[in-house]
């Protein structure tokens, strides 16, 4: 911040003080009446004026302010030095700011990892290709078009699939016939007979139109499953989520090999996605021979099914990677 100087000419002039030799008034003392002549002598005995001898004469009248010799007015120079200062710190200034956008240009050109103190550390996300959504038939609204109130999904459903990461190996079982796989392979996840029984039901009466699904194993041993459910509407994929299949605390059905499961609270509520309902699960301990995490979302007409399962562990932060990047490709 540059110094603040007061201009010369700014300063409040000082009131002018009376001159010098100049007689100031004093205020009358003498009650109210006939004036006093302070060069009469005060009565004595008779009432006959004494003159005292000791008396020096008196002075002459002091001459008028206008008789007196005026002094021609002193003319005020503006301080150099102050000058000299508020300019070196205007320069000062200008140099910084020159710099100092110099520099704010040069970061935002550079990738995070260039500036010092900002690398970001690997985190144990997957490297996924670069994810776009399929384009939809001409004249077809999105999914959740204000003018699409079944809230369907126009695009091709395959299509809509989260792609593998890098470096995994892809699950040739899931790829089904031409792309879709049979409700029978769906069902078969699911680890009780009973359960199956009442999922494949429930398939056939909220009228299932479609399976789309894929699978893959990356190099840490962590097998990730997708499954996309499209129905006739939004409403009916709404409803057979939240009233039959995933529960507030955990899902209504158990998946292979996750018999014991709970809500994932440590699933963080900002990686939400508009539009989409979710419901994330983990397996509760002790772990059967892997460790199960699950999460399904409502989109639309869509119901998607993300599972991912690894020896040991699970690790949170991939599952949480895919999950909302398959929501985003369905929103």
Known sequence: MSEQTTPVDDVNPVEDAAPVGETVAAEDTAPTGAP??????????????????????????APPLSALPQEPPVKVRKDRRVLRAVLRWT??????????????????????????GLETKADGRWDYPTIVKPPLPSGSP????????AGVHSADLRKLLLPAPKG???????????????????????????????????????????????GWTTADGTHTQIYLLQFDTAAV?????????????????????????ERDEAFPERAAVDQITRYVYTE????????????????????????????????????????????????
Do not use: C
């Not at 302070?38 to 008779?46: L, Q």
């Not at 605390?249 to 998946?255: L, R, V």
């Not at 991912?308 to 990047?325: C, D, E, H, W």
């Open 142 to 149: 999105g999914p959740f078009a204000e003018s699409n109130k």
């Open 237 to 261: 994929a709404e409803d057979l989520v939240t009233n039959k299949v995933a529960y507030y605390d955990s899902p209504q059905y158990a998946f292979r090999g996750a018999e014991l499961t």
């Open 91 to 116: 320069a000062a200034a200008v140099v910084f700011a020159a710099v100092g956008s110099a520099a704010a240009y040069g970061i935002t050109g550079m990738e995070r990892t260039d500036v010092p």
């Open 36 to 61: 006093i002549s302070v060069g009469d002598p005060a009565p004595v005995g008779d009432g006959h004026p004494v003159e005292d001898p000791s008396a020096a004469p008196p002075l002459p009248p």
């Open 284 to 331: 509760s301990k002790p772990y059967g021979a892997e460790h199960v995490r699950e999460a399904y979302l409502s989109a639309g007409d869509v119901v998607a099914l993300v599972v991912q399962s690894r020896k040991g562990s699970a690790r949170a932060i991939p599952f949480q990677q895919t999950v909302v990047l398959q929501s985003q490709l369905l929103g």
């Open 168 to 214: 995994a190996k892809a699950d040739p079982a899931l790829r089904g016939e031409d792309g879709w796989l049979a409700k029978k392979s769906f069902v078969a996840q699911y680890a009780e007979k009973t359960d199956r029984d009442t999922i494949g039901q429930l398939l056939t009466d909220y009228a299932l139109r479609h399976v789309a699904a894929r």
